[in-house]
């Protein structure tokens, strides 16, 4: 899998349902990231978790980290349509002495009213 | 809340022109990013820029970019020669402390004809 890789890609859920994004990454990281995007629109910075960090909440936002199985989750809960959108996480990692994020592919949310 | 500026929101030009992409970061940040989106793909990197100089950059950013902060306040992007392939949504990001805490400005659609 790809550095910071989005599963499931695609997801359709009912306005009030609960949804779960899962990401994979390969490589050490410094914090992990969640950002949002409408479509064709700029990206917006979510939540961050570092990597000491194993759980963090913000309002209707859950996210966990594990790093020992490299991954994290992002949970979004009691949905509504306005969340519709493609979500990225994106690892912070240093490499050659200076830091960067490496994005995933997205995964695009879908909340039908 | 402050916010990273780029202009313009949009650009269409002729292959082989260039064009220079501006962004205005956040005015006690320290730490600039170059990142570009293609329609449908994911985000990627192009370049770090600290103290003036560049930090990183990906093998994306050949010879044909250039980055400078001219004034202290304007942090742009430059592309020599547009090819059709530069196509694609470029953000601006900067942060105060490395890489945890970006902001990241709307973006800028640049379009090659």
């Known amino acids: 899998s790809q550095q910071g890789e989005e599963d499931p890609q695609a997801l359709s859920i009912q306005e009030g349902e609960n949804a779960t994004m899962n990401c994979s990454y390969k490589t050490s990281i410094n914090n992990l990231q969640w950002y949002r995007q409408n479509s064709g629109r700029g990206l917006v910075h979510l939540i961050l978790i570092r990597s000491n960090e194993r759980e963090k909440h913000s309002g209707r936002l859950r996210v966990t980290l594990d790093t020992s199985k490299k991954s994290s989750s992002l949970l979004i809960t009691a949905s509504r349509a306005a969340d519709t959108a493609s979500y990225f996480c994106?690892?912070?990692?240093?490499?050659?002495?200076?830091?960067?994020?490496?994005f995933g592919k997205g995964m695009k949310l879908t909340v039908n009213p | 809340e402050p916010e990273v500026t780029q202009t313009p929101s949009h650009q269409v030009t002729q292959m082989g022109q260039e064009v220079i992409l501006r962004c205005v970061p956040i005015?006690?940040?320290?730490?600039f990013y170059w990142y570009r989106q293609i329609l449908g793909q994911k985000v990627e990197f192009l370049v770090s820029f600290y103290n003036n100089e560049i930090s990183e950059k990906s093998e994306i950013f050949d010879d044909q970019f250039s980055v400078e902060r001219p004034d202290g306040s304007n942090f742009t992007l430059k592309i020599r020669s547009t090819k059709l392939e530069d196509s694609a949504m470029y953000f601006c990001a900067s942060s105060e402390e490395g890489v945890a805490g970006y902001t990241f400005g709307s973006g800028t659609r640049l379009t090659v004809v």
């Open positions: 994106a690892t912070d990692i240093t490499q050659g002495g200076s830091e960067k994020l490496v």
């Open positions: 005015s006690n940040h320290l730490y």
